[in-house]
Every structure is written in structure tokens, then in C-alpha cells.
């Protein structure tokens, strides 16, 4: 397989502006006459939204029952963006050089420059929606730290600037719904693409209601169905995030990069029984204020109050004095298991550090704390019933977000001509191993502001012929979604999927969460096979 970047030539600076030029653009009128699939509702669906407004015909889908339920609407911290209103040394050329940083270099440069210069149009985008970021006294837009960064260039509405930017997609979305420029499907789960002539050309899906299999025909499909997290059953996303749209498509053919490039979240709230399904984020925003320690002596039970500042040892703090409590999400995350293993962890499991806001309500009081992260310190007391006002949180990391997915060229393009990828379920573009507050970013890049562009050029020189979803392709897709969904449903199994999906998880975690796979003599995953055998699969 031919892996062609299409990067364009020319200084970096000037990659993306030339690129747009030289594009080929598709006339209003003829807009019209295309229709484009777009999968995925959330802040890369943005792009269902912007492709109607520009004249696109936009047929729509989520499995949600309403488009505002998509998983973007969890984010809670805050969107990057290099406006520099905080005078502190901020620059595209930063934000682009630490998000290629934060990224280990394996970023793909040319789409993370446009990235870091797109960042300023998001936020001017999102205010004219009538986004509420949070606002200095004076009126300006306000901005906080994140982890791996030394300027403040995260602009935030309170701990839901994801909820925020959502329900602007969202409102963008209804308009053009109403005006009949996108075609809703709620409820529906994309299970198949279909491709014609090599090229992707449409969907098969189902209706979560009534279970009819249907399909649908296109010029173009775009997914934005977000990333893999739960492969690891517990992780932040919630339960019915799936791979199921990506990895349809890399089975048809759309090569999938970095799979083991996930980021291990470090401000969780930690695992307390089996019964969990999911875990719960304590966003990074969090670490601004909160310090985070463990005792210093192995095995201390104490309660936090009862540990003297001396006994205490504020390991961030001390070990990476220059970030500190912002320290990176992977070297913060690998710190807290290391004390952990080394037996200094807290709570009833000891695989937990405080995050403790003593030393800032003394500084600021509490009602300024409350101001600033008054529902997640909420949300943490109805989950935990401990009040972080009075004792400090407890948190450990967890599976958050997954830097891996389908392989895009800089046109987001996979492999599949016609198949574009937006957001969490591209490989992406952004140092999201370290840098929080980047994953909106790039979602809202590609759903506003890049995809408009490329898929003309794609629309315009592809030279598409009409085709109908009652080709020979599209029903022999969907008789394949039957046939595999009545072996599923025959197995009569004595274990519910979820059991598996568990074990799964739980192997994932102990053998590739953290560090390479140990591969067995054979070359293979050596605690792969008794789950294969388990699971009743060879
Ligand atoms: C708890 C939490 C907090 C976060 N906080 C931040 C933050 O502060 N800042 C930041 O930058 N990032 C944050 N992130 C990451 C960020 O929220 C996500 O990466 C981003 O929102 C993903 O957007 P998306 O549009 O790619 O996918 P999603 O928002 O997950 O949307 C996926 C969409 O695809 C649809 N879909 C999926 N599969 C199918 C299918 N097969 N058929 C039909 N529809 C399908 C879903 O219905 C949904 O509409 C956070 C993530 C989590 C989990």
C-alpha cells in the first residue's frame, strides 16, 4: 500500500495558504448536486453543519438520540488556541513546537503548523456562536494553564467548554436541519462502508429502534465517530463509544496508524470495585490549583489531615520543578503509578494520590475555587461522597484518549479515496499524549475550517458517477451485516458480550497500557490465546 501525505510544498508557514488556493473549488450551483455522508455528530461532525452551509446536500448520522449526546460533550477542561491575549510568550510557532513536542514527534508537522494557525479562527468562530468562555473581569476572554505547556492558552467555560462547544455545533446543526440542507439520522449505527469503483460511496447502518438494515448512497463519506478508549472496557469515555465505524472501514481497506498511542489521563477518580463500567475524569484544569502528594512513609493510612507538610511528599513538585503540578499527562501518569507501586499510595485499593486544594482556598478562599471548578468538585463529591472543600481528592490514571486511528493524508483523506476522518478517529495531528486541550482543537480544525476545502477538491476532480443504493455493492454489503449479525445472534453463548469485552479490557490494560507488549517466543501476545479460546473464537 502507497501512503501519500500530499503535503504541500513551500515553507511551512505558507503550506496551507497556498494549498487552498491551488485546490480545485466546486461552484455554488454544482454544490447542490452532491451529497456527502458524514458519521459522527460531535466536534468533528461539526463538519455536517459547515458542509450544508456551504450548499452541500448532508445526510447525517449518530447512534446518540439526539446529535448533542455525542461524547464531545464530556470534555470538560478547555480548547487551545495561540491568540496570546495573556501577553506570555505565546505563538503559533509555540503552540505548533510544543504540540509537535508533546506528540514525540510523530506528529505529521505540516498538519499540526495549520492546526496551531487555524486554533485562532475556532475561537472567534465559537464566540460568534455565542459560546460562553469563561471572561475576565474586564470583559476579555479569560485563559488557563495546562499540563505541558508554559503560556496560558486555554480558553474554558468553566469544567464543560466541551458541553459549550457542542451545543454551538449543535445550534448550527438544527439551522440547517430545518432549512433541510442535512438529513438527521438518530439512532442509527453506521456497521459498513460501501465502496464503488474503489472509491467509498456509501453506508450500510442500522436503526437502533426497529433493527432494519438500510443503506445509503453518497459522493462522499466523512466519519467522525471518535476514538478507541474503551477497547480497555474502563477508560473516561462513556459505555457506547465503539470502534465500530473505523474499524469497518480499515477492514474495507483504510489503513490504521499508531493503534498503541493511547494517553493515560492522570487525574481520574480510581477504580473502587468490579462493578465499574466506567471511569470519571477530574479534569486537568484541576492541577492549576490542586497540588498533588502522597505520604512519604510506605503503607501510611493516616487520614490527609493527619500527615504532617513535613511527611508529605509533593513528588510532582519535586521532581519536575519547572512544570510541576502541570507536568505532562505521561510523565505525571507513569509518577503516580511508580509511588503507587512503591506502596505509598492512598485510599483502600493504594493505587491513589490526593490532589489536595488546602494551600489555594487558603490563598484565593473558597468561593473563588468553587467559581473555578465548582461542578466538577460536584460531580467528585456525588461519586466519591468525600467533599474536596474539606479533604483532598483522591485520583490515579486512567485510559482517556487515543492519539491512534484511521491513517489521513493532509487533505484528512484515509487510504480509501472518498473516505475522509475527522477528529478523535484520525491518527491525529496533536500532541494529545501531553498537551490537554488540544483534542478540541483539532476536532472543531477539521470540521470548520479544513474539510470545507478538501472535500471540494476531492468533489471536483474525482469524477464521480451518480450511483444508487440499489447497486450490486450496496446490497451485497448489507446482506453481509445480516448474515454476520444472525451469526452473532445464533451463537446462543452462555456469556454476555460485555463479560468479554471486560476480560479483554482488563488484559489490555496490564499487558499494553503502559509499556510495549511482551511478545512470547512465537512472536504473538502471550495472553491472547486463552482469551481467543475463552471466547469461543479461533
Ligand atoms: C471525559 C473527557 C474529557 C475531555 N476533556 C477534554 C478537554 O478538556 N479538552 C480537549 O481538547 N479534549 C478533551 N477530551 C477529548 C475530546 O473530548 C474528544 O477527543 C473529542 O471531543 C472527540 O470528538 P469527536 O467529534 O472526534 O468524537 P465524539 O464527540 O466522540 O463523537 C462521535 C460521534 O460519532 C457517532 N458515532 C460513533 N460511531 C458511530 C457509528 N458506528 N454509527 C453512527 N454514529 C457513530 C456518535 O454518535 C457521536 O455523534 C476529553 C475527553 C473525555 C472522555
Redesign the pocket.
Given at each position: 500500500m502507497e501512503l501519500r501525505s500530499r503535503i504541500p510544498s513551500g515553507a511551512i508557514e505558507s503550506k496551507w495558504d497556498n494549498h487552498r488556493f491551488e485546490m480545485k473549488l466546486v461552484n455554488p450551483a454544482n454544490k447542490r448536486k452532491y451529497t456527502v455522508i458524514v458519521?459522527?455528530?460531535?466536534?468533528?461532525?461539526?463538519a455536517a453543519a459547515t458542509l450544508s452551509e456551504l450548499g452541500y446536500h448532508v445526510l447525517c448520522?449518530?447512534?446518540?438520540d439526539s446529535?448533542r449526546?455525542?461524547?464531545?460533550?464530556?470534555?470538560?477542561?478547555?480548547?487551545?488556541a495561540a491568540k496570546n491575549y495573556q501577553n506570555d510568550g505565546d505563538s503559533i510557532y509555540r503552540l505548533f513546537y510544543d504540540t509537535v513536542k508533546g506528540g514525540d514527534f510523530r506528529a505529521r508537522e505540516a498538519n499540526v503548523y495549520r492546526l496551531a494557525q487555524i486554533s485562532v479562527n475556532i475561537i472567534d468562530q465559537c464566540v460568534a456562536q455565542g459560546v460562553p468562555f469563561a471572561r475576565e473581569y474586564g470583559g476579555l476572554l479569560a485563559n488557563r494553564s495546562f499540563g505541558g505547556a508554559q503560556v496560558s492558552r486555554t480558553f474554558?467555560a468553566r469544567g464543560q467548554?466541551?458541553q459549550q462547544l457542542?451545543l454551538g455545533c449543535y445550534q448550527a446543526l438544527e439551522k440547517e436541519i430545518a432549512r433541510g440542507g442535512v438529513q438527521m439520522f438518530n439512532h442509527?449505527?453506521?456497521?459498513d462502508v460501501v465502496l464503488v469503483d474503489g472509491k467509498a460511496r456509501g453506508i450500510i447502518?442500522r436503526d437502533l429502534r426497529t433493527g432494519a438494515v438500510e443503506a445509503h448512497a453518497a459522493d462522499a463519506v466523512v466519519l467522525?465517530?471518535?476514538?478507541y478508549?474503551n477497547v480497555f472496557y474502563l477508560?473516561?469515555?462513556?459505555k457506547?463509544?465503539?470502534?465500530?465505524?473505523i474499524w469497518?472501514a480499515h477492514k474495507r481497506g483504510a489503513a490504521f496508524a499508531n493503534p498503541c498511542f493511547t494517553q493515560i489521563h492522570p487525574t481520574c477518580i480510581p477504580v473502587s470495585g468490579d462493578y465499574q463500567s466506567k471511569l470519571?475524569?477530574m479534569?486537568?484544569?484541576l492541577r492549576n490549583d490542586g497540588r498533588v502528594w502522597v505520604p512519604k512513609q510506605r503503607g501510611d493510612k493516616r487520614p490527609p489531615g493527619e500527615i504532617p507538610e513535613a511527611e508529605r511528599d509533593y513528588y510532582l513538585e519535586r521532581k519536575y520543578p519547572s512544570f510541576g503540578n502541570l507536568s505532562p499527562r505521561d510523565i505525571s501518569s507513569r509518577a503516580a503509578k511508580e509511588v503507587c507501586d512503591e506502596g505509598r499510595g492512598v485510599g483502600e485499593t493504594g493505587r491513589g494520590v490526593y490532589l489536595d486544594f488546602g494551600d489555594a482556598i487558603q490563598r484565593l478562599g473558597e468561593q473563588k475555587i468553587r467559581e473555578r471548578y465548582g461542578n466538577l468538585f460536584e460531580m467528585y463529591e456525588r461519586i466519591t461522597d468525600e467533599n474536596p472543600y474539606k479533604v483532598p481528592m483522591r485520583i490515579y490514571p486512567a485510559v482517556?484518549?487515543t492519539m491512534g486511528g484511521l491513517w489521513v493524508d493532509y487533505n484528512l483523506m484515509t487510504t480509501v479515496p472518498g473516505l475522509h476522518v475527522?477528529?478523535?478517529?484520525n491518527f491525529s495531528d496533536h500532541g494529545?499524549n501531553r498537551l490537554?486541550?488540544?483534542?478540541?482543537?483539532?476536532?472543531l480544525a477539521d470540521?470548520y475550517f479544513i474539510i470545507p476545502y478538501t472535500i471540494g477538491d476531492y468533489l471536483a476532480t474525482a469524477k464521480l458517477e451518480k450511483v444508487s443504493a440499489d447497486r450490486p455493492e450496496f446490497v451485497a454489503a448489507k446482506d453481509g451485516i445480516e448474515a454476520m449479525t444472525k451469526r452473532l445472534l445464533g451463537i446462543n453463548g452462555k456469556r454476555t458480550v460485555d463479560a468479554f469485552h471486560r476480560e479483554l479490557g482488563a488484559i489490555l490494560w496490564r499487558i499494553a497500557a503502559w509499556r510495549a507488549m511482551p511478545l512470547g517466543s512465537s512472536g504473538r501476545w502471550t495472553e491472547f490465546p486463552s482469551f481467543v479460546k475463552s471466547s469461543g473464537r479461533t
Open positions: 458519521v459522527g455528530t460531535g466536534l468533528g461532525g461539526s448520522f449518530s447512534f446518540h446529535p449526546r455525542a461524547h464531545s460533550i464530556a470534555a470538560q477542561g478547555g480548547i487551545n474554558y467548554t466541551g457542542l442509527t449505527e453506521m456497521l447502518t467522525a465517530t471518535g476514538g478508549g477508560s473516561t469515555n462513556a457506547n463509544c465503539n470502534a465500530t465505524a469497518r470519571t475524569l479534569s486537568e484544569s482517556h484518549y475527522l477528529g478523535e478517529a494529545a490537554g486541550a488540544s483534542a478540541l482543537m483539532q476536532g470540521g
